[in-house]
């Protein structure tokens, strides 16, 4: 048990990384067996030096101590990572190497959320905000994005989303939504997390359809089409209207805008993302990954009867 919540704790942040200390480093966190973990970084320190691999294996360390609620050792790990991948972006751009993005959004992700877990959410929130500041233009945008809207995003009117191009109905501005309850349904066509939470939604799409609820499904193209090979946007835009027509059967008929700048805007760099709008167009529920049944329909029902 303690592995599975570890494993989905850990794999909201970040894709599974590369091979390499990374891989280790990471088996061993998740069977929390910090001091094997400990033993293989050294050894590989030893031998290659503070590279990018070894940054994302220690960001690891980071992820593990916080899930395990050791605060200090979190801190720690996650400061020594930042630190050594800051010394890596010296050389390079930070997007040049795979493991570094994922090294430093980690390590700036756990130090923010240290903060706030020790009652310090305006020192995480300006921890965020300044590093938004330097790397916007950056892949860890939306990381960083997503964690700023954990701490300040609920009870904000929602940010507007841009809606072309789309497939499904045609998408209104969430400002003319105002007066009804509204999901955003963030989805990515190789998400297998997002497939199971269709039913989901269409369930409670039919169940709550008679006081308003709207459902709009945001995605973004990635580069990539079927078997994972390389597709122009051309070629994956049908691509992914067909993954929504064969696996979304219960939401057709919602629009599904396509749009990176909606998913840095709102920070969904993990799929799926939910954020539940109340009928005034503020936010009332923001959630990476996905929910049971049971709990989005409860929140669902909090605003729906206000």
């Keep these: 048990m303690f592995l599975r919540r570890l494993l989905f704790f850990l794999c909201l942040w970040v894709p599974l990384a590369f091979a390499g200390v990374t891989d280790d480093v990471r088996e061993l966190v998740f069977r ?7 033993t293989t970084l050294q050894a590989y320190l030893v031998r290659h030096g503070a590279d990018p691999d070894y940054c994302e294996a220690l960001s690891w360390m980071a992820r ?30 930070l997007d040049s190497d795979p493991h570094l993005p994922i090294a430093l959004g980690a390590a700036i992700e756990v130090q923010s959320q240290v903060l706030a877990k020790r009652g310090k959410k305006a020192e995480a929130v300006a921890l965020l905000r300044s590093n938004l500041a ?3 233009a950056t892949s860890i945008a939306p990381r960083l994005q ?13 940010p507007p989303l841009s809606l072309s191009p789309y497939f499904g109905a045609k998408p209104i501005s969430l400002a ?36 308003g609820l709207l459902i709009m499904a945001p995605t973004q193209l990635y580069g990539y089409g079927a078997r994972g090979e390389d597709a122009s946007p051309a070629q994956e835009l049908p691509y992914a209207e067909q993954v929504w027509k064969s696996f979304y059967s219960g939401l057709q008929g919602v629009p599904v805008p396509v749009s990176k700048t909606n998913f840095t805007r709102y920070g969904a760099s993990t799929t799926p993302t939910l ?32």
Excluded at 32 to 38: G, I, L, Q, R, T
Excluded at 78 to 88: C, E, F, I, M, V
Excluded at 176 to 205: N, T, Y
């Design 32 to 38: 929390n067996n910090f001091s094997a973990a400990e």
């Design 64 to 93: 593990g101590a916080l899930f395990a609620q050791q605060m200090d050792r979190a801190d720690a790990y996650a400061k020594q990572a930042q630190t050594l991948a800051l010394k890596q972006v010296q050389k390079r751009p």
């Design 134 to 136: 330097r790397y916007g």
């Design 146 to 158: 997503k964690n700023l809207n954990l701490l300040t995003m609920t009870g904000q009117p929602a």
């Design 176 to 211: 003319q939504m105002k007066g009804s309850p509204v999901v955003l349904f963030f989805w990515a066509h190789w998400c297998a997390d997002c497939k199971a939470e269709g039913p989901i939604l269409a369930r409670l799409r039919q169940e709550f359809a008679s006081q």
């Design 275 to 306: 954020v539940l709008l109340d009928r005034a167009g503020r936010v009332s529920l923001y959630h990476p990954g996905a929910m049971q049944y049971e709990e989005l329909r409860a929140a669902i029902e909090k605003i729906v009867a206000r």
